[in-house]
């Protein structure tokens, strides 16, 4: 398991085998999320700035309250989707991130951001007033595939002080192969998919496989 | 892994371009700066009213890194310099690192400082940039050579990204992506990024 901060690259294994360790390489990383105060207190964060938003929400609006399953699991992809940004691994190499480490990264202060992309800024203001380019603030994001996302989304399920179980990675493939994972939780009595990879993605969405595979992630 | 190539120079490059795919740092700096070029585009496009949309947009992803080495690979004022185009990347991802070693790196302060200005062979700035485009499997990734009677003169990238190819020429500064310099011909080397890797 990487220490905080640290990251795991291998070459892609391209069996059967190679993506069975992969997947275990998953399962562990949630695994070692569920136990992590850190990871906990952030999920904790990302649960009660959703709430404060529906309540305020259904104050105004007289929304009907929901199953706190569905409350938890809403909150954690929504805070997914505004923070993670999908990008393919290099070709031939498998890059796991661990989940603290890509929470973290969305905390990284934008003053360290905006040092590195300076270049950025210049090129910029031929598009855009100067004032303008220069109030730009970074946003706190991390980065992924597949993988990284659904570990991220699964670790922060883990964590929740609300219980979403059972945990599912789900894997599509076509012709004999499994190329793409998203997750599946059971929040309350309904299982729900979340895959964050593909632009205008809900809670729910995923896209059609040939044929499908689910790992139950053991907690 | 060493790639046969019509000259020395272009052997090392797609060499330098082929390791760069599994550099730590390197994959972590390009996700980091093309994510962040791509941010800033959807947000001003967004502000103009044109939204563009960065979501694994590999087109925006190689402006970005093009702008980039551009911008800090070319000769400038600096107090230190280098030869090692790798150096200057790792002063500028040192904040970042040293930010996700804490617990709670929303705390960190440093700045990376000034970065060394660059000195060094201008095929090594381009086969780096190459190398940061493989990462982000922006590719195929070809080296392309401007000969003068039979000769390679000058080396440049050529990148596909979105269905499109793209030359890009970042030690020419009067040049933008896209752009190439006229020569009597030219040759082409396909850099291999499928290369079977042992496992780790």
């Given at each position: 398991m990487p220490k905080s901060g640290e990251v795991r690259r291998t070459?892609?294994?391209?069996?059967f085998d190679g993506i069975r360790f992969e997947i275990g390489r998953m399962i562990r990383y949630v695994q070692g999320a569920a136990q992590d105060p850190f990871m906990k207190a952030h999920t904790k964060e990302v649960l009660r700035e959703f709430t404060d938003v529906l309540d305020k929400d259904a104050q105004m609006n007289g929304t009907k309250a929901l199953a706190p399953e569905l409350i938890a699991v809403g909150a954690i992809d929504a805070w997914c989707r505004a923070h993670f940004c999908y990008v393919n691994d290099p070709p031939n190499i498998e890059v796991i991130q661990t989940p603290q480490r890509m929470v973290k990264q969305t905390k990284v202060p934008s003053t360290v951001i905006r040092d590195i992309i300076q270049p950025f800024y210049q090129a910029m203001q031929t598009v855009a007033p100067a004032e303008e380019v220069m109030a730009y603030e970074p946003p706190g994001v991390c980065y992924g595939d597949c993988d990284e996302g659904g570990i991220l989304f699964m670790s922060q399920c883990a964590c929740s002080p609300v219980s979403l179980k059972p945990l599912r990675f789900r894997f599509g493939g076509h012709e004999e192969t499994l190329h793409h994972v998203w997750d599946r939780v059971k929040a309350g009595n309904d299982w729900v998919d979340s895959d964050?990879?593909?632009?205008?993605?809900?809670?729910?969405d995923f896209s059609k496989f040939e044929h499908y595979e689910e790992v139950e992630v053991p907690l | 892994m060493r790639v046969e190539a019509r000259s020395l120079d272009t052997a090392r490059m797609a060499d330098i371009i082929v390791q760069a795919r599994k550099d730590p740092l390197l994959i972590d700096f390009a996700r980091l700066v093309a994510v962040h070029y791509g941010k800033m585009v959807e947000h001003f496009s967004g502000a103009e009213g044109k939204p563009v949309s960065a979501h694994n947009n590999k087109t925006l992803f190689l402006e970005g890194l093009d702008l980039w080495c551009r911008s800090r690979f070319n000769p400038r004022n600096a107090s230190r310099s280098t030869e090692d185009p790798r150096e200057i990347i790792a002063q500028a991802m040192n904040p970042v690192y040293e930010a996700l070693s804490v617990e709670d790196p929303s705390t960190y302060r440093k700045s990376a400082g000034e970065l060394p200005a660059y000195v060094g062979s201008p095929d090594d700035a381009t086969a780096t940039m190459l190398g940061l485009c493989a990462t982000l499997d922006i590719s195929p990734i070809r080296i392309r050579l401007g000969l003068q009677d039979g000769v390679p003169v000058r080396a440049w990238g050529k990148v596909y990204a979105d269905g499109k190819w793209y030359d890009s020429d970042i030690n020419d500064p009067a040049l933008a992506l896209g752009e190439a310099r006229e020569f009597q011909d030219y040759d082409e080397l396909e850099v291999p990024l499928e290369m079977e890797e042992e496992a780790a």
């Open positions: 070459a892609l294994p391209p069996t964050l990879t593909e632009e205008g993605y809900g809670l729910g | -």
